[in-house]
C-alpha cells in the first residue's frame, strides 16, 4: 500500500480499489463504507427528489385546473345572462309588435303577446337555473326528443339572428354626414 498522501487527501485515509480501478477515498473513523451504498443513497435522494417534484406538479396543475374551472364557469354564466337578456328583449319586440297589431288584428296580437310571454318565462327560467343544470337539461332534451331538439336549435338560431339583423346599425357605421349606408342623397 502507498504511505504517501496525496493532494486533497487526508493523513488517515483509507485508499480503497474500485471496480474501475479508481481508487475510492474513506475517511477511516467509522470504518471503509461499501462504494454501492452511496449509490443507493443518490438513488434514493434522487427518487425522493422526483416524487416530490412530481406532487409539486400534481398539486400545481390541480390548482391551475380549478383556477381554469372557474373562469369557465364565470364566462358560461356571462354568457347565459346575456342569452337570457337576449331572450327578454325579444320578448319586448314581441310586445311591441303585438301592441302594433292589436288595430289591425287583435286575434294575432293576443297569440303574439302569449308567444313573447312564453319567451319571457324561458327567459326567467334561464336566468335561475345554473350553467350545469341547463347543460344537464338540453343533453336530455336532445336525447328523449331529438327532432324537438334540432327544430328548437334551428328556430332559436333563426329568431336570433332576425332580432340581431333588425338592431339599428351602430353610430361607427354612420358616414359623417349622419346618414346610414354608404350611398350619399341624390345617386
Known amino acids: 500500500m502507498n504511505s504517501r498522501v496525496q493532494p486533497g487527501e487526508k493523513a488517515g485515509a483509507v485508499r480503497l480499489p474500485s471496480k474501475g480501478g479508481d481508487p475510492a477515498f474513506r475517511s477511516g473513523e467509522g470504518g471503509p463504507k461499501d462504494r454501492s451504498g452511496g449509490r443507493a443513497d443518490i438513488v434514493s435522494d434522487v427518487k425522493d427528489a422526483a416524487k416530490s417534484a412530481g406532487q409539486t406538479l400534481k398539486h400545481q396543475a390541480s390548482e391551475l385546473g380549478e383556477e381554469v374551472g372557474h373562469e369557465l364557469s364565470k364566462t358560461a354564466s356571462a354568457q347565459k345572462e346575456r342569452g337570457a337578456e337576449a331572450l327578454r328583449n325579444f320578448a319586448s319586440a314581441m310586445n311591441a309588435a303585438a301592441d302594433h297589431l292589436n288595430t289591425q ?3 294575432i296580437a293576443d297569440r303574439v303577446r302569449d308567444t313573447a310571454g312564453k319567451f319571457e318565462a324561458l327567459s326567467d327560467n334561464i336566468s335561475e337555473k345554473e350553467v350545469a343544470d341547463l347543460l344537464k337539461s338540453a343533453a336530455n332534451l336532445a336525447r328523449e326528443q331529438p327532432a324537438w331538439f334540432i327544430g328548437g ?3 332559436v338560431g333563426f329568431g336570433v339572428t332576425r332580432f340581431l339583423m ?6 361607427a357605421a354612420q358616414n359623417a354626414s349622419g346618414n346610414k349606408g354608404s350611398k350619399p342623397h341624390g345617386s
Open 105 to 107: 288584428s287583435p286575434a
Open 153 to 155: 336549435a334551428v328556430a
Open 166 to 171: 333588425s338592431n339599428p346599425q351602430p353610430p
